[in-house]
């Protein structure tokens, strides 16, 4: 299995029936491929739209039926639409029970940076920053390190997200949460140590003493 | 409630005029007016809207045509037209928070003169802002915004101006049509009175001051 398909399917394990929950791009987007579908969760799109199904067939596109990047996307039957007012109400007042994001740092007190990087590229916050802030449960779904430099670390050097912590952060190595604001181990990746997730972790990471495998 | 012609609306829009424009990622922006205020090449334009969409699309021809020299917006990433322009300082750029964003013209609309939001406290968003505390939590004082010219696609416009709008097309559009001095109007479909019924208008008539002819 591929590390976006391990983390994505870990973190369909978080979903429960009836959440509302809203999948940033990347990692996150592939969360809604392992959901089984007797489990019923509603998908929030920012751009105005509850209820988001697949990728319509080939002669099937709505113009004014698109994702948050713009992609056309269908509606399940009990969708809604709604405006930018609205949809933004949904997430900072505190509706969206689950928003799962990508990462560039995540740090040991759980502050996330993920939108710019200085002087290299700022395309903008869009909405993480009222998703982190507003949302129930806040996960970030992101590879481990990149180009060999950890991403998991003791204090973010790139602008934050919020100044709310996340609750839960999937890697392709582990899972990683925050009780009584400790940064914990929670789980390895099959066939990784906990040897190993150290090694390639910048932070204090708590160790307990049994670390189970990851569940996939 | 004046019908007019795409060309006869961008008219009375002037060079450094201040524009908000519907739209994500180019879905639910007003297209004809866009390629009208680049075929009369009205420049130093401040534009708010939620994002810079994508060369060739939505508010993105109005960087193609480098029309821009101030952009309000959350998210300009997909445009790289926009990104250059900003790293070149041929436009300021100013990001806000999408849901910040849009509460402020929702403030500018509503005769607010801002809203106390929790995004942005504790990161750069927060710098020159007022933060103030209310029962322990901190929140950011965000004024209000609003422009002299508000650029609307609506799905259903009528012979009154009565509006409504279809699936994520709809997005800015209803908020901004509160926040401008001028609001002009684009629809798929002008349709006679009646036809949306009161409980489907969002944007009712008296908010619209010019409809842009069909065909």
Known sequence: MDAQTLIAR?????????????????????????????????????????????????GMVHPHLTDAGGRPISALPGASTFDSAMSFGLIRGGHVDVTVLGGLQVDCEGHLANWMIPGKMVPGMGGAMDLVTGAKRVIVAMQHAAKGKSKIVQKCSLPLTSSRPVDLVVTDLAVISFPGGQMTLLETAPGVSVAEVMAVTEADLLIPETVPQMRI | MRTVSAEEAVAMI???????????????????????????????????????????KGVGKLFDAALVSTLTASHIGLNPRA????????????????????????????????????????????????????????????????????????????????????????????????????????????????????????????????LVANG
């Open chain 2, 83 to 210: 990104q250059q322009q900003m790293m070149a300082n041929k436009i300021a750029v100013d990001l806000v928070p999408q849901g910040t964003l849009v509460e402020r013209i929702r403030a500018g609309g509503c005769g607010l003169g801002g809203v106390l939001t929790p995004t942005g406290a504790g990161t750069i968003v927060e710098e020159g802002k007022r933060p103030i505390e209310i029962n322990g939590k901190t929140f950011l004082l965000e004024t209000a915004l609003r422009s002299d010219f508000a650029l609307i696609h609506a799905f259903l416009a009528d012979y009154l101006g009565n509006l409504a709008y279809a699936l994520t097309a709809r997005n800015f559009n209803p908020v901004m049509a509160m926040a401008a001095d001028t609001v002009i109007v684009t629809a798929e479909h002008i349709v006679p009175v009646g036809v949306i019924a009161p409980d489907h208008v969002v944007t009712p008539a008296p908010l619209v001051d010019y």
């Open chain 2, 14 to 56: 002037p060079n450094g005029a201040r524009l908000m424009v519907g739209g994500f990622m180019g879905v639910g922006t007003p297209e004809r007016l866009l390629d009208e205020l680049v075929r009369q090449q009205k420049s130093e334009l401040t534009i708010i809207c939620n994002d810079a969409a994508v060369p060739g």
């Open chain 1, 10 to 58: 870990r973190v369909a394990l978080e979903l429960r029936p009836g959440n509302l929950v809203n999948l940033g791009i990347g990692i996150p987007t592939l969360v809604a491929n392992y959901i089984p579908p007797e489990l019923k969760v509603f998908f929030q799109s920012e751009n105005g739209l509850i209820g988001t199904g697949p990728i319509p067939e080939q």
